[in-house]
């Protein structure tokens, strides 16, 4: 999988990553003469745009309260320090090859800093990945874990084109969506095949009646060019950026389209961009695998581990936990009388993966589910909810349409079921566990109405300052692999890697002093850490 998810408890489902991987080649699904191009056409400076968008200024006003399209209704808490947080809508131009044409309006937020003269550094801009989530949402629910980042520069991020309230993609209604994240995610049979390829056509024709228009636009290269006008409008001469997951990707392709307007630039969490669809499934499917043998690992050396003392043991009971769940769901408290099944179990242990803080909920959630005869999955569904974006109120975010919609709009590549039954047992050798609803999810964009525009981005950065990377040795969801590959691909004269031992997605938020402090030295000060440092959990 080439993107994954965000640092956040509200971040991507496991089905998010398996629509993640699933934009590859192989044959079937539409049409081909039907489908409409993703939109990006030629690398454009701002000074191609007109005046009116270049020289917008941006109406900076208190923030209301979230959308349920970005997440959980919040309001935003003022930094340590007191800053608030400020709101504003930037125009683009929806097709960059048209700049003059329809626009499209974009949502984002920022904390202003006190720093005056030559201490202030400009705005620092944020994207937390997904591709889906909302910056707006996300960026001041962790506000304090960036509050000395405040000290020089203005905290800002934004929705992405198609994302949260920036004209965010919906493909199916609530009840729509509780149902398909609640279906089959592993068709065993020639009947359960037919009816998952339905799901994922009337997924695909749903998004279509929604959102056909914008569908096209949705590219992660038209997003880099948002960024770009937002640094013009912002009056800052370099785009100094903070990249999380999926956005790192979306960092490589601005320092790819603009490699002397980069500032300092710091990719955490780093996805692989060399890689097509399948091969980025594959290593993510290994990469959860070794997340789960990690906590297997700890959790085993607890006498209350609910699957018991023997590492292999509690993973072939994992196993057969999930498998019972295919044909006989498991009770939960949810008011809506929603069960658990076998897909909303596996976004719910996937969730748990992405951080040890999620370690205690796994386990608690499994206990429940595996003890006596009260079995209840009430933690595991709503861990599961939490990663697939619903909101306590049953509303859903957009994040999981957004993220299918810019997978679809940047992958060229779709995938047959052949082409799937012939990956399995490659997928099942590398997790039994995540391997088959992984393999499956490459269908995902099978039947997506327009085209995708590349087998992988390109990213290569030549003439760009430093840009610092740092890679996890255990994240699941950009496997550390990855961090060497956008090495290599920007160029070793530009990237400069730091390796976090340790565990989960993001080494910045970890609580890692070793990370904070060199990822702080450079953004703040400027300092470059050596190529190579390492720090240990």
Known sequence: MRRARLVAPSC??????????????????????????????????TSDLPDSLTGQRLDWSA?????????????????????????????????YTDPEGDTIDLAMIRART???GERRLGSLLFNFGGPGGSGVATLPAFGRDYAELNKRYDLVSFDPRGVGDSEGVQCLDDRGLDAFFAADAD?????ERREFTDRLKDFARGCEERSGDL?????????????DLM???????????FGISYGTELGGVYAHLFPRRVGRALLDAVVDPTGDSEQGALGQARGFQLALGSYLDHCTQDDDCPLGGDKDEAEDRLGRFLDRLRDHPLRTQDPEGRELTQSLAWNGIAQSLYSEDFWPYLTQGLDDALSGDARDGTVLLSLGDSMNGRNPDGTYSTLQSSLTAINCADSKARYSVDHVRDRLDQFEDASAVFGPPMAWGMLSCTYWPVRGRHDHPDVEAKGSAPILLIGTTGD?????????HMKDALGDDVAVELTYEGEGHGAYNSGNDCVRDKANAYLLDGRVPDDGTTCEA
Do not use: I, N
Request: net charge negative; charged share 20%.
């Open 12 to 45: 991507l489902a496991l089905a998010a990553l398996l629509t993640t991987a699933a934009c590859g080649g192989g044959t079937g699904g539409a049409d081909p003469g039907s489908l409409r191009p993703a939109a990006d056409g030629r690398a454009t400076d």
């Open 63 to 95: 923030c209301p309260s979230t959308d349920p399209a970005q997440g959980p209704e919040t309001s935003p808490t003022p930094l340590p320090d007191g800053a608030a947080w400020e709101c504003a809508t930037l125009t683009a131009p929806l097709d």
């Open 114 to 116: 006190d720093a005056k």
């Open 187 to 191: 068709p065993r049979t020639a009947r």
């Open 215 to 227: 569908l096209p636009h949705l590219t992660t290269t038209a997003t880099a060019r948002d960024m």
């Open 231 to 241: 640094r013009e409008v912002l009056g800052d001469r370099k785009l100094h950026y």
């Open 476 to 484: 699941p969801a950009t496997p550390f692999e990855g961090t060497e």
